[in-house]
């Protein structure tokens, strides 16, 4: 492996796409630490040396992960990726109910062009409407509890700073795309990669500081078991055989070749654990907006810190129901079973049409289970530790370890292709 960097570095095409995603990363990460102008930094600063957890559960916690810790440093970069993964998601879903949108994905480069400007535009209202909102909680002292965010708040201060983290989201999609097209990897997971990774050295520290190395080498040898498993689902896959028939066009024969469909396991990736989230954030943004005694009390008994077992229990369950229906929007068995039916192929045993689509949706459906299970197991292991052990922030649990491992494959695989194109041997090999 060490080989395969050391070659990676001696071609100066990947040389120069290595060393410029680096910079791209560090001009992220220089932007998570530049206060938004009026914040008072210094009483942020010492309100996080005092509260080592101070973000909620649910999908501000998510927030705070995918910004790499800026959201309770009330950074320009607050907001993080967050605003462009939930456009991505939307413009996902909405391709099945619009029928242009499902055209212009249909259309090749033209019309994918055309949905990531779609796509940046909805990101940038969703900045605005979260910006807002970020800004008020803050400014009612409920972003971070009992904490004067902005001491001299007024409304040309307000605007002033919704424009500024509007600009910073606007401004890290503009990293993501630099880093896709000049870099290497997906830009927008690279950048979630480094936020993640960046919070990683802190979470283990304070671990070994407050807990000793005792609890600390038993949790990183947990790390290591759940990097496996991780690695071993993401790149599991049910391989369907496919054979194309022979046709005779003029003098020539094409056809006669054998592929397979490739369904991951874990065909939706983190896309449930986002759902989830954010639905169970609802309760916390009801109780912030109306002040009513009763949904404040059952806020803070149940869905507040992710401590109740209704909580951990209502995450699993979501989670598992948003998998199988991301899945059934990701994944269209009647238009893959009708794709291959135009073009002469079919499932050995399966007549074309119908039955396969048919067979494809039982065979996605049998593997979701596990692949949701997963998913649900991994996403609530931190709020048991937490609940149970007091461990304030597991750094191997959850989503991040899940994009991590997810991004870190795709990059190397990346690399490796490039290596292997010019003859070099490559890193899993």
């Given at each position: 492996?060490?080989?395969?960097?050391?070659?990676?570095?001696?071609?100066?095409?990947?040389r120069g796409k290595i060393l410029f995603t680096?910079?791209?990363?560090?001009?992220?990460?220089?932007?998570?630490?530049?206060?938004?102008?009026?914040?008072?930094?210094?009483?942020?600063?010492?309100?996080?040396?005092?509260?080592?957890?101070?973000?909620?559960?649910?999908?501000?916690?998510?927030?705070?992960?995918?910004?790499?810790?800026?959201?309770?440093?009330?950074?320009?970069?607050?907001?993080?990726?967050?605003?462009?993964?939930?456009s991505s998601i939307i413009m996902q879903l909405?391709?099945?109910?619009?029928?242009?949108?499902?055209?212009?994905?249909?259309?090749?480069?033209?019309?994918?062009?055309?949905?990531?400007?779609?796509?940046?535009?909805?990101?940038?209202?969703?900045?605005?409407?979260?910006?807002?909102?970020?800004?008020?909680?803050?400014?009612?002292?409920?972003?971070?509890?009992?904490?004067?965010?902005?001491?001299?708040?007024?409304?040309?201060?307000?605007?002033?700073?919704?424009?500024?983290?509007?600009?910073?989201?606007?401004?890290?999609?503009?990293?993501?795309?630099?880093?896709?097209?000049?870099?290497?990897?997906?830009?927008?997971?690279?950048?979630?990669?480094?936020?993640?990774?960046?919070?990683?050295?802190?979470?283990?520290?304070?671990?070994?500081?407050?807990?000793?190395?005792?609890?600390?080498?038993?949790?990183?040898?947990?790390?290591?078991?759940?990097?496996?498993?991780?690695?071993?689902?993401?790149?599991?896959?049910?391989?369907?055989?496919?054979?194309?028939?022979?046709?005779?066009?003029?003098?020539?024969?094409?056809?006669?070749?054998?592929?397979?469909?490739p369904l991951k396991v874990n065909q939706a990736?983190?896309?449930?654990?986002?759902?989830?989230?954010?639905?169970?954030?609802?309760?916390?943004?009801?109780?912030?907006?109306?002040?009513?005694?009763?949904?404040?009390?059952?806020?803070?008994?149940?869905?507040?810190?992710?401590?109740?077992?209704?909580?951990?229990?209502?995450?699993?369950?979501?989670?598992?129901?948003?998998?199988?229906?991301?899945?059934?929007?990701?994944?269209?068995?009647?238009?893959?079973?009708?794709?291959?039916?135009?073009?002469?192929?079919?499932?050995?045993?399966?007549?074309?049409?119908?039955?396969?689509?048919?067979?494809?949706?039982?065979?996605?459906?049998?593997?979701?289970?596990?692949?949701?299970?997963?998913?649900?197991?991994?996403?609530?292991?931190?709020?048991?530790?937490?609940?149970?052990?007091?461990?304030?922030?597991?750094?191997?649990?959850?989503?991040?370890?899940?994009?991590?491992?997810?991004?870190?494959?795709?990059?190397?695989?990346?690399?490796?292709?490039?290596?292997?194109?010019?003859?070099?041997?490559?890193?899993?090999?």
């Amino acid at each position: 492996m060490l080989r395969a960097f050391v070659n990676a570095l001696k071609i100066p095409d990947l040389r120069g796409k290595i060393l410029f995603t680096l910079c791209m990363i560090a001009i992220y990460r220089l932007g998570s630490y530049i206060p938004v102008p009026g914040a008072d930094y210094e009483e942020i600063q010492r309100f996080l040396d005092r509260a080592q957890n101070a973000a909620n559960s649910g999908a501000f916690n998510l927030i705070n992960l995918f910004s790499g810790g800026a959201l309770t440093q009330f950074a320009i970069f607050a907001l993080g990726i967050m605003p462009y993964i939930t456009s991505s998601i939307i413009m996902q879903l909405l391709g099945v109910v619009i029928p242009r949108l499902e055209e212009l994905r249909k259309e090749g480069e033209t019309g994918q062009k055309k949905l990531q400007q779609y796509t940046r535009y909805v990101t940038i209202g969703l900045a605005v409407l979260q910006s807002a909102a970020i800004v008020t909680l803050a400014r009612s002292k409920n972003l971070l509890p009992d904490v004067d965010v902005f001491p001299d708040m007024n409304a040309g201060r307000f605007a002033l700073a919704v424009l500024t983290l509007i600009a910073g989201t606007a401004m890290i999609m503009w990293l993501g795309e630099l880093i896709t097209q000049r870099g290497i990897g997906n830009g927008m997971s690279i950048l979630i990669f480094s936020s993640i990774v960046s919070q990683l050295p802190s979470q283990g520290a304070r671990i070994l500081q407050e807990r000793g190395a005792v609890l600390f080498s038993v949790l990183c040898g947990f790390g290591l078991v759940i990097i496996i498993a991780v690695i071993f689902v993401e790149q599991a896959q049910r391989r369907i055989p496919v054979q194309y028939a022979k046709r005779m066009v003029g003098r020539r024969m094409f056809g006669g070749s054998s592929t397979y469909i490739p369904l991951k396991v874990n065909q939706a990736g983190v896309i449930p654990i986002i759902f989830a989230s954010s639905l169970l954030y609802l309760p916390v943004l009801l109780t912030s907006i109306f002040n009513k005694q009763w949904l404040n009390d059952l806020t803070t008994r149940f869905f507040e810190d992710g401590h109740h077992p209704v909580y951990i229990i209502s995450y699993f369950l979501l989670i598992i129901a948003f998998a199988y229906f991301y899945n059934s929007i990701a994944f269209n068995p009647i238009d893959t079973a009708d794709n291959m039916k135009k073009y002469g192929g079919f499932i050995p045993g399966i007549r074309p049409g119908r039955q396969t689509a048919e067979y494809l949706n039982a065979i996605l459906t049998r593997i979701t289970l596990p692949g949701a299970l997963f998913l649900g197991v991994i996403a609530v292991l931190p709020f048991i530790l937490l609940a149970t052990n007091n461990v304030q922030k597991f750094p191997f649990g959850g989503t991040a370890i899940l994009i991590t491992v997810g991004v870190g494959l795709e990059t190397m695989k990346q690399i490796e292709s490039q290596l292997l194109m010019r003859n070099y041997e490559g890193f899993l090999r």
